[in-house]
């Protein structure tokens, strides 16, 4: 059974946000030490997040 | 998309990454224990010192400097600068006319010499291969190159994405069919989730490829029109003090911290003037440095000259390369993400092999 074209945005929404939070945390603890560093790591950490996210639920 | 669009954008991707990927592979590979040289440093360099007068009066840094040019005659001072967690001051001192300095850590309360915090011969070899192959310039341009062509591996990438995944839900792995389906899964989970990091960690590896000749060009041009109309170059024997030099300049830019002085004559100076450099003391300010001028005759403030754009743009290339400024969770951050290149850049060269070996 073929699947459904998916829309350019079903197909880059993922990566699209991912990126956001990784330049805006690679940004926010360039900005201050202390809650900022976190606050970057946490946001650049989405992009592991994610990945981890994908091999775990999305393995065929 | 027209099949026609699809395979130029397909040879881009293609030669793009096969001309670069064994030299980004070097530099993942190298990049990944730079991230913690800090650490690593401290772990195999900790050595105790501690000054000869911890609770007693500090030279001035006019005697610290007559400490240090006494000890090398005939040298004349280009740089001193200051250790954050020691009352140690490190003077350079050149030949005149002749290429090498000599670099004096001093113990400011005494006068005695101090261990040189030099950085562990591993990680120094690392850190060179890793900026310009030991080939200099050339070597550091070279790699600029090929982080250039990175970039446009990732912008190709990123317009083959969307056909080979029009009919997969983001993120899917077909771990159950062949290598190579599977490896091309990995391949776009991975490239698809670090683009953002890998565009501005290369974007910034290409900006401080070219510190050479920005910061030659600002020397040219910027610092040279600060330069007042004086025939020849201060004499030694005719400047003013210089830790005189170092308090009017602290007047000047108030709350800053100082970073290094460089003397007339010097890079990162004038002939004629004491550039005296401060930074913020936030990550980001820290990267960005501005320095007063001091007339070194009559010591004198001559001019506050903020950096220009480019320079600051290569200032904030630094930690944005090196990810050194956002604590240990951020350096971990970077070598998981260092990691996922490598395997990106693995499964790249695997995909042409089995390609290549499919089409013959």
Known sequence: MSRPHLSLWQVFRVPAVVAALSLFGLVAALLDDGIWDWIGAAALGASIAVTAWALAARRR | ?360
């Open chain 2, 1 to 360: 998309m027209k099949s026609s669009t699809l395979r130029a954008w397909s040879w881009v991707h293609k030669w793009s990454s096969l001309v670069s990927t064994l030299f980004l592979l070097m530099l993942c590979v190298t990049g990944l224990p730079l991230v913690f040289t800090h650490e690593i440093e401290e772990v195999a360099m900790h050595q105790a010192w501690t000054p000869a007068h911890p609770d007693g009066p500090k030279l001035s840094l006019d005697q610290v400097l007559e400490t240090a040019l006494a000890r090398k005659p005939g040298e004349v001072a280009a740089f001193m600068s200051f250790d954050v967690e020691r009352p140690v001051v490190n003077v350079t001192t050149v030949k005149p006319g002749k290429a090498g300095y000599s670099f004096q850590p001093i113990d400011q309360t005494s006068g005695d010499p101090a261990p040189s915090v030099a950085g562990h011969p591993v990680m120094e070899f690392l850190l060179q291969l890793h900026t310009d192959m030991f080939l200099g310039l050339a070597g550091m341009l070279f790699l600029g190159a090929m982080g250039l062509l990175l970039v446009a591996a990732l912008v190709s990438g990123v317009v083959l994405y969307a056909p080979f995944m029009r009919k997969l839900p983001f993120g899917t792995v077909r771990t159950r069919k062949a290598a190579r389906t599977r490896w091309l899964d990995y391949h776009n989970l991975l490239g698809a989730v670090t683009l953002a990091w890998v565009l501005v960690v290369g974007v910034t590896g290409v900006v401080n490829t070219l510190a050479t000749p920005i910061i030659a060009y600002w020397k040219d041009t910027a610092l040279k029109e600060l330069t007042q109309a004086y025939d020849k170059p201060a004499p030694s024997n005719e400047r003013s003090s210089l830790a005189a030099a170092v308090e009017r300049a602290k007047l000047a830019l108030p709350g800053k911290q100082l970073q290094f002085v460089a003397f007339p004559g010097s890079s990162y100076s004038t002939d004629h003037h004491y550039a005296v450099f401060f930074h913020g003391d936030t990550p980001l300010t820290a990267h960005l440095t501005t320095p007063a001028l001091i007339d070194a005759r009559t010591g004198q403030l001559s001019a506050v000259a903020p950096t220009p754009w480019y320079v600051k743009t290569l200032s904030l290339s630094q930690p944005l390369h090196f990810g050194d400024y956002g604590g240990l969770p951020l350096k971990i951050l970077w070598a998981l993400l260092d990691l996922a290149t490598i395997v990106i850049l693995g499964s790249g060269v695997y995909l042409w092999l089995v390609k290549r070996g499919s089409v013959r």
